[in-house]
Every structure is written in C-alpha cells, then in structure tokens.
C-alpha cells in the first residue's frame, strides 16, 4: 500500500525542512544540508525543486521572497509540526533500539 | 565538414538513462545536442569530450510556453549551482550537461523522480497515446467489422484492407507503447521499494521497434500505390503519392508555426490557437487542394474523362466518344445515334475490380433519349461471389410511392448460351413486382455483370433477341 505522503519523512525531506526554519533560498538549502551531514547526505538539484514545490503545495512551507530566479522560503507552523513529528519518530526508534541492544553495542 | 547533424530520434520520452548515455556517447563521438524536435534532433559539432548529460522533468514546461515557466527557471538556478548546465528540452524533459565529473546528480531521490515522471507522461504523453489507440482501434475495426458483415464492401477498395492493417498497426504499437510505461512503472516502483533505482529500459530494443513500425508503415503505403497502380488505378497512386508528402509538409508547417510563435514571444493561448488555425488552414488548402485537383482532373474512377463536349437540348453531349465500352446501345440496336454522352466508374482492390458503365444516347434527330448502365465485376478471390451476388439478388421491399417488391428470379442460362462455352453459367432477371423489367445479372466463375436496358431497347416482359444476346456475351464475357 502507497505510504501517505509527509507521514514519515525521507532524509532529504527532513533536512530540508531542518534547514528551512531559517529563510534562504534553494541553492543554499543545497549547500547547508550538505555541510551539515558533512557531504552525507546529497541533494540533487532535481529532487530539491520538486521537494520544494511539493512541501508548498502542502503549505509545509512558503514563499518568502524572489529575486530574479532565486526563490527564498521558510518553514510554515505545519511544517514545524511535521518535523517534530518526525524527530519523535526517530526517538522512539532510537529509544526501540536502546531498550533492545543497549548502549554498548554502537561500535 | 559538416557542422550540423541532424537524427531521426526514437528514445523513449521516459528512458531517461538511454538519453543520457545516448547523448554523452555522441558528445564523445564530438557531437553536442543543441536543440530536440519533436522526432528531430540537431547536434552541433565539438571536440570529443566527456560530458555528463542528465535529465529531470517539469510538468509544467509546453512546448507552446513562450518562454521558461517560473518552476522551470527555478530548476535551471538550482541545477546551475549544482554544476549543470541546461541544454534544451524535449516536451516535459529537461536535459542538462556538466563536464564535472563530481557534481552531484540531479535526482537523488528515486521515488521523487518516480511520481515527478509520471506526472510529466500525464501530461501528454499518456493522452496522446490513449487518444490514438482509440482512433486506431476505431478505425481498424471498423475497417476489419466489415470483412464480416459485409465483405465485399471490404474488398470493393484496396483503401479498406490497407487503412485497417495500417491502423491496425497504429493500436497494437500503441498497446504495447502504454502497456511498456505502465509495465516499467511497476517494475520500478517494486525495484524502489527494494531500495532500487527506476527499472531499466532496453533502449535499443525499443528504439528497433520503433524503426520497425515505421519501415511496416512506410512498406504499408507503398504496397498500397503498387496495388492501386498494378490495379489500373494510377490516378488514385497519384493521389496518394502526392497525398503522403503532403501530408508530412502539413506536420512540418504546423511544428513550425509553433516555433515561430514560440520565438515571437506569443503567449501560450495564442500560440495554441495560431497553431491550430494553421493546421487547419493548411489542410483545407493542401489536402483540399488536392482534391480539388483530383476531381477536376478525373484522377479518381475514370469519371467522365477529358474531352469536348456541346450542348444539345440542354445537356451536354461528347464531342467525340471518351472511352472505349466493351458494349454500346449502338451494339445492340444496330443504329447510329448523333449525340453520345458517356461516363465511367471504377473502383476496386486486388481482389476485385468494378467497373460501372453508362450510356446515354440522342438520335439525330433528337427523339426520345435512351440509356444503358452495366456493372462489371471480375473476380480474382471467388470466394467473393457469393456475397456479390448475396448482395445484388436481395429482395427489395418497396415503399411509397414505389409500391413494388424488387425481386431476381434465375432463369435458364441454355437461353443465353451461344456455343463455345461462353455463356453464364447463371442469369438472373430482375422483377418490379409482377413485371419482368430488362435488367440481368448474368454469371460467370469469375465475372459478374449486371446489364441495365430500358424498355426501348427491350420491351417490359420480352427477353433480348438471339442476336442481341450474342452481342451481349460476345461483349460482355470474361476475356471479351
């Protein structure tokens, strides 16, 4: 069965929300998700402007400013709610794994 | 040396790795594309170098967009930061180039690039596609129904057969074309889901059958010619060969409009509808045009055939006689009339030709005019007499003010016999209810004729005489 769209967040997804609680534009999403993950995570110019145009039709984000071709955006209330969500997801996974494993075996 | 080349392209609009890895093979072969037509693409020479081509997709982008849409240009900024380069598009797809080895490619999401191309199909691709399917099945079944329910209406033109193996031909490779995407999309999404990539297309497997549909159609179109051609028909072969380029200029014209207007900055809707009126125009003046001409010139059917002709108590009679009939009213009565009018009619296919002959006649000194009419048919399929002749016997029902039942009733073909083994092998002779009128349908294993006289020639109820009836076969019989 298809996954609802936004339930769970990619990784591209999230840092592209993560990055946007600041207002800037898509070329310096591209630049701040790669050097937060340290070039981990690679966000292909394709991908980024159909995540943007897909997270503004779902006005998980909005438009903030255009200058010329550059486009600025910033993360809308729905969007922070989303990304929180996600972050306890990922919690409560990582909290799954503890319980399991424990905190030993992370070498 | 030439600078320009141009290719015939059979990619696939959705086989986004086989236009990447076609276009970087031909930039290391030194040829750079430069703009993508609809089937035509125009490269530019350039040294041999290794360039990384990718492509992505925009919905929104029209070839009848004056310009790049907002989202267009929105993509072209981040691809640029990215290192790519854009080159052109082709429909939905974007095709950009970098000669950087480590710029990060342009999706780098698979289920994103996924929904971002099937959006894009939607768009056109996916309605064009069903569109002609529709047309296709259409067209060839009610080309092929008619084998069934009336198969010499089938057979009457070569036109039937060829069209509906033609549009035959357009459904099945348009199935196969829609049961491709919606087969790749599955595989893809499965192979996604199993943390793949998109499903691999054979690139060159498709592109051969594209080649293929276009060299079946092409072979198509010339049987058809050689058939009309072989089948006495060169005024239709002409038609048609003159119909096909024609056809192919209309396309290019209209294509052009559409670039023109395009370069002229026209907005979209103006775009679309200048190009539409185009289309239009340039087919009522081409397609029409030459018809036009066809008819005026008797291309079609023989007709009435060139020649001078006068008036005579207001209709128009041959100067002198156009066509050769194997039988005349001068044939049959022994008399010379002064004013002739004839006019031929044919049409046919390879397994069946029909020709309809009529005669009107005036004598000199201008008294009653009188006719015949005949229809030969000759058969090279007999299986196909029986339905010509199903079709011809078949009682007729009359309705007001023509009250009589039209019916064929067999007579004694002894009595058309004149020795030689030339005679039918059956007649028939048609009844206006209880009134035996002057019109036969004689047979023959592969010929059938039918002979219309008036009551002039021979009075309601009597039967030719002997040596009319010699005339007739004499005239009328296979190999006359």
């Avoid at chain 2, 549909?213 to 010619?225: D, K």
């Avoid at chain 2, 026209?266 to 539409?276: I, Q, S, Y």
């Avoid at chain 2, 008399?335 to 009529?358: A, C, I």
């Avoid at chain 2, 006649?361 to 009653?368: H, K």
């Amino acid at each position: 069965m298809a996954r609802e769209k936004f339930q769970t967040l990619t990784e591209p997804m999230f840092y592209i929300l993560l990055t946007l609680r600041e207002e800037c534009c898509g070329t310096d999403v591209m630049a701040r998700v790669s050097a937060l993950t340290h070039g981990r995570v690679d966000l292909g110019p394709g991908t980024l402007y159909n995540l943007l145009d897909s997270f503004q039709q779902a006005e998980m984000i909005r438009e903030t400013a255009v200058e010329g071709r550059k486009r600025s955006y910033l993360i809308t209330d729905k969007g922070r709610e989303t990304l929180r969500a996600e972050y306890r997801r990922l919690l409560a996974l990582t909290e799954d794994y503890k319980t399991c494993v424990g905190e030993e075996d992370l070498s | 040396m030439k600078d320009v080349k141009y290719r015939w392209n059979t990619l696939c609009l959705y086989d986004y790795r086989g236009v990447e890895e076609h276009l970087s093979a031909m930039a290391a072969q030194g040829w750079r594309l430069e703009r993508a037509g609809n089937s035509l693409w125009k490269y530019r020479r350039a040294d041999p170098a290794q360039v990384r081509y990718a492509v992505t997709y925009s919905a929104g982008a029209s070839q009848f967009n004056p310009a790049p849409t907002e989202g267009q240009e929105s993509l072209e900024e981040l691809c640029a930061a990215a290192g790519w380069e854009k080159v052109c598009d082709w429909f939905q797809m974007q095709i950009f180039s970098t000669e950087d080895p480590a710029a990060v490619p342009l999706e780098t999401d698979e289920t994103l690039r996924l929904e971002n191309i099937h959006r894009s199909m939607r768009k056109n691709f996916l309605p064009a596609n069903v569109i002609i399917l529709i047309l296709g099945l259409f067209m060839s079944c009610s080309s092929f129904g008619t084998l069934f329910v009336r198969p010499l209406r089938f057979f009457e033109s070569n036109a039937r057969p060829f069209s509906g193996a033609l549009f035959m031909l357009v459904a099945l490779l348009e199935i196969y074309t829609l049961f491709h995407y919606y087969g790749w999309r599955r595989k893809s999404r499965r192979a996604i889901e199993d943390g793949g990539s998109c499903a691999p297309i054979r690139t060159r497997a498709y592109q051969r059958l594209n080649r293929t549909a276009l060299a079946l159609t092409a072979l198509l179109c010339a049987l058809y010619l050689l058939a009309e051609l072989l089948g006495g028909e060169s005024g239709l072969a002409l038609f048609y060969a003159v119909y096909i380029p024609l056809f192919v200029l209309l396309v290019v014209l209209v294509r052009q409009t559409t670039v023109l207007m395009r370069r002229l900055k026209a907005p979209k809707w103006v775009n679309m509808a200048a190009t539409l009126a185009v289309d239009f125009i340039l087919a009522f003046a081409l397609i029409g045009g030459l018809a036009f001409c066809a008819i005026r010139y008797g291309w079609f059917f023989g007709g009435r055939g060139a020649g001078e002709t006068y008036l005579y108590q207001n209709m128009e009679w041959d100067a002198a006689p156009r066509q050769d009939f194997p039988l005349t009213l001068a044939d049959l009565t022994g008399e010379e009339y002064g004013h002739v009018r004839r006019w031929l009619s044919r049409q046919g296919s390879f397994f069946l030709q029909e020709r309809n002959y009529n005669e009107m006649v005036l004598p000199q000194d201008g008294r009653r005019a009188s006719s015949i009419q005949y229809r030969i048919w000759d058969l090279r399929l007999p299986r196909l007499r029986e339905p010509l002749l199903d079709d011809l016997l078949e009682t007729q029902r009359g309705s007001e003010p023509y009250s009589f039942t039209i019916s064929y009733v067999a007579e004694d073909p002894l009595s058309w016999d004149v020795g030689g083994s030339q005679g039918p092998e059956a007649v028939y002779r048609r009844w206006n209810g209880n009134k035996a009128a002057p019109i036969w349908v004689l047979v023959w294993p592969d010929r059938v004729v039918f002979l219309g006289l008036e009551s002039q020639t021979i009075p309601l109820g009597e039967s030719p005489a002997q040596e009319q009836i010699n005339t007739i076969i004499r005239c009328l019989r296979p190999g006359a």
